[in-house]
């Protein structure tokens, strides 16, 4: 298995967290039956080139194959994935809210699915196989510093000072929470409530 990882340019950091690659050639071994991925507040715009993989939302059951272009939104329960020897996956994790400064429709509408991105995002690059991880990644970054909507990217900032000023005095969300709930509704897609729920679950595994 080739894992590649790489972290955005210094422009889309505030709204990326990374870039990242999997691949496993024809006669590769996956060293697992089904990956869990839990709870998670964070979206990914993924390109496979290889074979199909599966993904499976809250249960074990209901796996669907995915290849193509993919925005995963967050999810608030488990996505689980089986892979097999050819899968080529490369992708874009956003921070918290980040994907919302390149959306022109809602972002709840991207929540605990899997879509088609190119219903989405408009005018998404081609990207094959043979241009190598860096030439991927400096094709995807041009493309997304070209998508960036200015009024998207004043809330998402807004929502992000108001998270700090919250961190450092709690008295914020008693006076503010009518403003941060509507910004958090409006730039991740959830309620304060369930996003705090999100990051418990995440905390609590981090202690196993």
Not at 102 to 131: E, G, K
């Amino acid at each position: 298995m080739i894992i590649e990882y790489r972290k955005p340019s210094e422009e889309l950091a505030p709204f990326l967290d990374h870039l990242w690659e999997k691949q496993v050639d024809d006669s590769g071994i996956i060293p697992y039956d089904i990956e869990t991925i839990f709870p998670e507040d964070q979206s990914v715009l993924t390109y496979s080139f290889g074979k199909d993989y599966f993904r499976s939302h809250a249960n074990t059951e209901s796996f669907k194959s995915i290849n193509g272009v993919q925005l995963e939104g967050l999810h608030q329960a488990p996505n689980f994935y089986k892979h097999q020897p050819g899968i080529h996956i490369f992708g874009v994790k956003f921070r918290v809210g980040g994907l919302f400064a390149f959306l022109p429709s809602p972002i709840s509408a991207t929540n605990n699915v899997s879509t088609d991105a190119h219903l989405l995002l408009p005018n998404l690059p081609i990207l094959t196989a043979d241009l190598g991880f860096d030439k991927r990644c400096e094709i995807i970054e041009a493309y997304l510093l070209e998508q960036i909507v200015e009024k998207q990217v004043k809330k998402y900032l807004k929502l992000l000072l108001m998270l700090q000023e919250l961190e450092s005095d709690a008295n914020v969300m008693s006076n503010s929470y009518k403003t941060l709930s509507r910004l958090f509704i409006e730039v991740i897609g959830i309620s304060p409530k369930e996003y705090i729920q999100i990051k418990r679950i995440n905390q609590s595994l981090a202690l196993f």
